[in-house]
């Protein structure tokens, strides 16, 4: 879908389009950009870029002047390779006049895709500059770079042993099975099903099965921080009598579409893990778990 902003500087209205605001890596992306100014004017040049960051958090202890600790929360930045286009060239309009230039974006071939917590995020813009001596007026629009489920199995990001794997064994609290999911990886915004398989086992009474699907985001410097995010949350049983005998159970649902995508980068990744929560009255609830990988699109 088409997406246009608007802005103005500099004796300049500039208007930027792209012909999606969803990007897939290794792709040009194309978009089209409008110069008008209703007084006349000349510009040395007109860019776009590609520009990305990677924002983390971690605690950094110091000591006071007694020597005792003190722990704040700090936050850094650090640029992405930029994707530079120069689009035009030193440029005069007339009082009224309308530039428009077709331009195309490459997209990095590995990203990092978008990915958006409190403690680590991933933001990527397409940028307008203009060069207007004296002033640089410039006009930005937030896109998301998506993590497509060919990149997730090719390798290129490092996932947990079985987390591209249709089925993985669980066990916990003395019960033993697996799950399965479909499809694998697990794509945000799309429908998803799966099954419990677990062997014979002690019965218990439990006050509900629940089934959860977390994502934790963390800054991988020192001292960084983590967000532990559940993504999506649903109900196996309610009440009663769990296990005893060997049973397969199916569920299904559908993740929201949260820019929350397995991703790794120099300062921070993402994990994910699917949780069956067998919640006991009065003891610790045993939590079967495997790992899995979140893609953004199904669509590469």
């Given at each position: ?42 510009f040395r040049g007109a860019r776009v ?65 978008t990915f958006v917590s409190t403690e ?89 099965v629940r089934l959860e699907l977390r ?86």
């Amino acid at each position: 879908m088409s997406v246009e902003i608007h802005g103005e500087g500099g004796g300049f209205a500039i208007g930027l389009s792209l012909d999606r605001q969803d990007l897939l890596p290794g792709r040009l992306v194309d978009g089209a950009l409008r110069i008008s100014s209703k007084q006349g004017g000349t510009f040395r040049g007109a860019r776009v870029t590609l520009v990305g960051q990677e924002v983390y958090r971690y605690d950094q202890t110091t000591m006071d002047a007694d020597g005792h600790p003190r722990t704040q929360i700090r936050s850094a930045t650090k640029d992405l390779p930029p994707e530079p286009i120069a689009v035009l060239g030193a440029t005069a309009l007339g009082a009224g006049q309308v530039h428009e230039a077709r331009f195309q974006i490459p997209v990095p071939s590995l990203g990092p895709a978008t990915f958006v917590s409190t403690e680590y995020t991933v933001r990527w813009a397409v940028e307008v500059t203009i060069d207007v001596p004296g002033f640089d007026p410039h006009l930005e629009m937030p896109v998301t770079i998506l993590q497509p489920t060919g990149l997730l199995r090719a390798g290129v990001i490092n996932v947990a042993q079985f987390a591209l794997y249709p089925d993985a064994g669980v066990d916990a609290g003395g019960m033993e099975g697996s799950i399965w999911l479909d499809p694998v990886p697990l794509v945000v915004g799309s429908p998803f099903r799966g099954r419990l398989t677990l062997s014979a086992s002690s019965a218990r009474q439990v006050q509900e099965v629940r089934l959860e699907l977390r994502v934790v985001g963390r800054s991988t410097v020192s001292g960084g921080r983590s967000e532990t995010i559940t993504l999506w949350g649903g109900r196996l049983f309610g009440p009663g009598t769990f296990g005893g005998v060997a049973r397969t159970d199916e569920f299904s649902g559908t993740l929201p579409a949260r820019p929350v995508p397995t991703v790794e980068t120099e300062h921070g990744r993402s994990d994910a893990a699917f949780h069956v929560i067998v919640a006991v009255a009065w003891a610790r609830d045993p939590h079967l778990l495997r790992d899995v990988a979140i893609c953004s699109t199904a669509e590469v």
